[in-house]
């Protein structure tokens, strides 16, 4: 109990153990009181938020500010608790602006598909994570509590489970089976990445002790939420009630974004091996007589408009690239810049640069739209690849590709659908990879 009652205003808790010694040395120090005053003072209790440490009154009832039952204790004497002195976090380390240092332990849990883990070796080791405290039967905090964690999951989209892990730790582990957490999860459609905690009651008193938020009494469990980067060993903590997008501002800072840059840099490089291995690296040749690799020089790193046409088509060809002139011109500096367009022929036999220079100057097209050609074997092998070779250049395809090589999100749309809607479409894809399009 004393152990709440001289949290400080900073974000580190303080164990059972270390808050009782410090009692004790400060009652060796203090100067004896006598009289009534000192009758007084040592009869006098008060009541304190284990989450808030400012909220101190003299009768008993629920934290203003989160709900939690109030604590009694002693008051100290000479030190206010508002004004007491920060205590060092359970392994001495120094917790500075809200952060500190912690010892986790590998303690033996359980998940919510009943796999058998070492807490801290493979939940928490080299990660980013955010750890909550809840139990399946609690009807007051913990609902909310957890609906924070989906919408926080929900803010971080593909970070959750990648750049972060989300923990949920019960500290009711004699009630919360694996099958129930299972089903309780399952309430607030937790996603990979999103992992429930419950093992043997010794066990999780123990990790909740070196976490700093053991309680008898599991309904007086703080709404705390820990936050850690362990492999940068900084920890903090904030309040789980608040707003999903403040927990993720705090993830993200606790992340930093060093980290958070060098799991992008991955990842991308990561996707740009895939698009390698998948996409064929011909060379072809552009309008202009120029020789081009199909990967290296047309799709790596861009976002693309791609459709398939031949020169002497009597069909669908010439209406289709006079209604993608329209989507260059929607898109303005786009293409040329990070849009490329790609027109291919389906009858490299017949369509030699010249003629696709040709074509293409009735359309007014402008840089950054390329019309390929090359050796029948080159360009036949990209065709396949790209789902447009056909037997019968008659039979081609007016499928429009659109896709963001870096990013492997592609999308199918008809050549010949509104100029305008198609170019909202690459716009999308420009926004998504962090490029504002231009006023």
């Known amino acids: 109990m004393a152990t709440f009652l001289l949290l400080s205003a900073s974000l580190a808790s303080l164990p059972p153990q270390a808050a009782s ?32 440490p400012e909220v101190i009154v003299k009768s008993p009832g629920k934290c203003p500010k989160c709900g939690m039952n109030l604590m009694e204790g002693e008051p100290e004497s000479g030190v206010g608790y508002a004004d007491a002195e920060p205590s060092p976090s359970p392994q001495g380390a120094a917790a500075d602006a809200g952060e500190a240092a912690l010892a986790i332990p590998d303690t033996i849990v359980y998940d919510q598909d009943g796999r058998r883990l070492n807490f801290y070796t493979d939940l928490v080791k080299g990660r980013t994570v955010a750890i909550n405290f809840i139990f399946t039967s609690c009807t007051t905090i913990c609902p909310p509590l957890t609906a924070t964690f989906r919408r926080a999951q929900q803010l971080l989209g593909a970070r959750a489970g990648k750049d972060v892990s989300l923990i949920s730790i019960s500290v009711d582990p004699v009630t919360d089976t694996p099958e129930r957490l299972k089903n309780y999860s399952a309430k607030f459609k937790a996603g990979p990445g999103w992992t429930f905690v419950t093992g043997e009651k010794a066990e999780i008193d123990a990790l909740l002790k070196a976490l700093g938020v053991w309680t008898a009494d599991k309904n007086d469990h703080t709404p705390m939420v820990l936050v850690g980067n362990e492999a940068d060993r900084r920890w903090t903590r904030t309040y789980g009630l608040a707003p999903a997008t403040s927990l993720v501002k705090v ?95 389906v009858d490299p036999v017949t369509d030699t640069p010249e003629k696709l220079k040709e074509f293409a100057g009735r359309f007014k097209t402008r840089p950054g739209w390329f019309f390929l050609t090359g050796k029948k074997e080159n360009v036949d092998g990209v065709l396949y690849k790209l789902g447009g070779y056909v037997a019968d250049k008659n039979a081609h395809s007016s499928v429009l590709i659109i896709g963001n090589e870096a990013t492997g999100e592609w999308m199918k749309l008809h050549a010949m659908a509104n100029p ?18 231009e006023q």
């Open 21 to 52: 010694q410090r009692r004790t040395s400060r009652a060796k120090n203090a100067v004896p009181q006598t009289g009534k005053k000192a009758a007084t003072q040592a009869t006098a209790k008060v009541y304190a938020c284990p989450m808030h």
């Open 251 to 345: 993830i993200e800072e606790t992340a930093g974004a060093p980290a958070m840059a060098a799991h992008a840099e991955a990842e991308k490089k990561k996707m740009a091996e895939a698009s390698a291995k998948y996409f064929p690296n011909h060379t072809l040749l552009t309008q202009d007589g120029k020789e081009v690799r199909f990967y290296d020089d047309m799709l790596k790193g861009k976002i693309v408009l791609i459709n398939f046409l031949f020169t002497t088509c009597q069909g669908v060809c010439s209406p289709m690239t006079a209604n993608l002139a329209k989507v260059q011109s929607y898109l303005g500096e786009h293409v040329n810049r990070e849009v490329a367009m790609i027109s291919i022929t």
């Open 420 to 437: 305008s809607e198609t170019a909202a479409a690459v716009i999308k894809l420009i926004e998504k990879d962090g490029k504002q399009p």
